[in-house]
């Protein structure tokens, strides 16, 4: 039976179930621990898909994007996974459904940020059919990859100390690498300093992240304190991706060329799929 993006039903779930769909389903298979609200995606009664928002995890640097915006004027999209059974355009009409709980519910939240995560999975090719603005494109800085092996990790998971179990991996990758070069220790502690993992040799892994704006109040987006990018200019940039596959086009610049990064935030962005 063919099903169309009308008959998807989105609905609150319970965090167990999101987190299980999103480590099945998100090309990460990752959850993110601080997300507050989860809404699943459900076709004719199973869970395809899932959205979870929560708080940005640097939010002293996301929240001046907009001038005037509250603490908890704005959220984070911070996971956002389907599945392939789902019909065309369910997505985006997924993302609107979740926009207008938000207003129903959460007026007190003026606006949501995401970020695309160019490196590894996507450019954002959800968010610009889904009514967000694209405000900031830079070189990844936030998933390293190891010295050895394919093993890659978020910049976050290095630094934060509550990420114990990936600075573990990480470590028993520096002591490989201490092993058979030399000269590098993986050390205890938990600091914010990167510099153990780039001594062993951790490297940031090639590509862009992307970062985009939804404005769920219109009168928000007069109070924003960075430029809108044209579209147009991912291309540009050379920074598109679409299902981890990089796309290179002619005219488009190469990975030397200079990095548009408009305003703050962006830091420690959460890769989102696509």
Sequence with gaps: MAYSAKEIVVKPIGAADANRAIDRLHYSHAHVRNSQLHLGV????????????????????????????????????NRLAFSDALPRNSESRAIGVAMRMLRASAPHIKWVVSFADGAQCGDGTIYRASGFVLTGIKKNTSVWEAPEGDARFSRISLTDQRSTQKKREARETISRVTVTKGGHTATGGGGASMKQFIAAGFRPIAGFQLRYIYFLDAACRERLTVSVLPFARIAELGAEMYRGQKIIRAGSTDSGAPVVQTGGGGAHPTPALL
């Design 42 to 77: 459900f076709l004719a009664g199973r869970l395809e898909g899932v959205m979870q928002f929560g708080p940005s995890l640097d939010k002293r640097k996301i929240q001046p994007l907009v001038s005037g915006t509250g603490w908890n004027g704005f959220i984070e999209l």
